[in-house]
């Protein structure tokens, strides 16, 4: 990934006084593969490194920053700059309802989105939101939404496939306008490729329901296709916001660089998963530092707050934030928070990757189950046991092993690999970005 290409480069570049044009063409050919690598389109990666090279050019390397650190935070910048910068939220201000309109091919993941988003509209923003189908050519998928919309706890407004989709959309805005609906989520049928006639019936319907917001939903695995598909809903419709889905599959991201370049609509959502916990708010900083390689620890402790126990999960960012130790109470807290958040998968992808990797080496087989033996073992210790392991000696740890019925040499490598997992979480909290590009600079 980049960071590890960034780390090789860094070490070059190391004991130069300034960036240079002869001493970052190196790093930014490293740059330009790694972009390419992850899908960016080709004019999106020109921009970016036109973009790096100006502002990194001739930039003083202040304090203990070396001029490839100095470039990595350049990168980071850049990155984020061109995904739109700051994070972008929707719009309501309108007479309710604020209608917001699905676009996006079929499978991209609208009905899914609007599962997603009537659940995060209802718990994060305390709407009273409204769904409507105007997928009138598969009846299945007016059934589909129907049954999400009841996950969600939101209401459904009934539709058939005999009718037209403006008059459902029209007679669903009537319904919320008298019912006092906040939203009102209109999702819409999509083709496998784009054609004439689903775009001008999308057209249609933008015309004539004016939404306040109209999101182009897209799954983020098209990679390129995904740039083209942007490209033409982009031309059809004005778009206010874009949601990339299934990023769950695509840790990549590279089409969340390109899709926002190529539309000028901010990204405002992610999908990740199935389930209609899996969306989150779209930060470019943090994605940008995804991109990197460095994982993405805030939106996993945002996550975590929306679904469990908001005291808990604020301890923990406290903790995190302060540099403070991660003990296994935490990792045991983290576990149960985990499952109430839909498995260690969706979680994982947002994790550094070292800790990932620490994390499946200590449930090598299936993850769920060894996660089940490694809260065994954790529950056999006592509460001061867990704040303090160095206290687990032999004695101990053979009765955590009685405990947990497992042998001492499962005790015993879960506690080092905690100890290595203690260790990354230290050094990605605190400093973050400052602190991992010290020490990437050794
Ligand atoms: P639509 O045709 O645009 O309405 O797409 P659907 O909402 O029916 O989704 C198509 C398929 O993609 C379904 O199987 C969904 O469960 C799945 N899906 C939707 N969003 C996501 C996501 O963010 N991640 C994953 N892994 N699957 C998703
Ligand atoms: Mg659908």
Avoid: W
């Avoid at 499962?410 to 991992?436: C, D, I, P, T």
């Amino acid at each position: 990934n980049l960071t590890n290409r960034f780390a090789q480069v860094v070490k070059t570049l190391r004991g130069q006084a300034r960036l240079t044009e002869d001493n970052i063409a190196d790093m930014l050919r490293e740059v330009r593969m790694a972009l390419l690598e992850a899908d960016v389109a080709l004019p999106v990666v020109k921009e970016l490194i036109a973009r790096i090279k100006e502002k990194a050019l001739g930039q003083e390397v202040v304090g203990s920053l070396t001029p490839g650190q100095a470039l990595v935070g350049v990168v980071q910048d850049e990155l984020a700059a061109i995904m739109g910068g700051a994070q972008s939220g929707l719009n309501f201000a309108t007479q309710p309802p604020a209608v917001m309109l699905m676009a996006g091919l079929q499978g991209a993941g609208k009905t899914t989105t609007v599962g997603k988003l009537a659940k995060y509209l209802k718990e994060k923003h305390r709407k009273k939101v409204l769904t409507v189908s105007c997928d009138v050519y598969r009846p299945a998928a007016i059934a589909q939404l129907e049954t999400v919309t009841g996950q969600a706890g939101a209401e459904f407004f009934p539709s058939s496939s005999d009718q037209k989709p403006v008059d459902i959309a029209l007679a669903a805005i009537d319904y919320a306008k008298r019912h006092y609906f906040d939203v009102l989520l209109v999702d819409t049928a999509g083709r496998i490729t784009i054609d004439e006639q689903m775009m001008a019936e999308i057209k249609q319907l933008q015309t004539s329901i004016k939404p306040i917001e109209t999101l182009f939903v897209v799954d983020a695995m098209l990679g390129q296709d995904a740039v083209n598909t942007a490209r033409a809903f982009n031309e059809a419709l004005s778009l206010t916001g874009v949601v990339l889905t299934k990023l769950d599959g695509d840790s990549r991201g590279g089409a969340a660089l390109s899709v926002r370049h190529v539309t000028g609509a901010p990204i405002k959502f992610t999908g990740v998963g199935e389930k209609l916990t899996g969306l989150d708010e779209f930060h470019p900083d943090r994605m940008a530092s995804r991109i990197l390689g460095m994982g993405d620890i805030l939106s996993l402790v945002e996550e975590a707050r929306t679904a469990v126990d908001e005291k808990a999960a604020r301890d923990l960012a406290d903790k995190l934030r302060k540099g403070k130790g991660f003990d296994l109470n935490d990792f045991k807290d983290q576990m149960a928070q985990m499952r109430k958040m839909g498995g260690l998968s969706s979680l994982m992808d947002k994790m550094p990757a070292q800790i990932a990797q620490a994390a499946s080496q200590m449930q090598a087989g299936a993850p769920e189950k060894a996660m089940a033996r490694v809260e065994g073992i954790i529950n056999s210790m006592t509460p001061a046991e867990r704040s303090n392991p160095d206290l687990i000696k032999a004695s101990r740890k053979r009765r955590i092993a009685a405990g947990a019925g497992v042998q001492v040499q499962e005790v015993n490598r879960l506690l080092n690999q905690f100890e290595q997992m203690q260790k990354m979480m230290k050094q990605f909290s605190g400093g973050g970005m400052a602190k991992l590009m010290r020490s990437m600079g050794g």
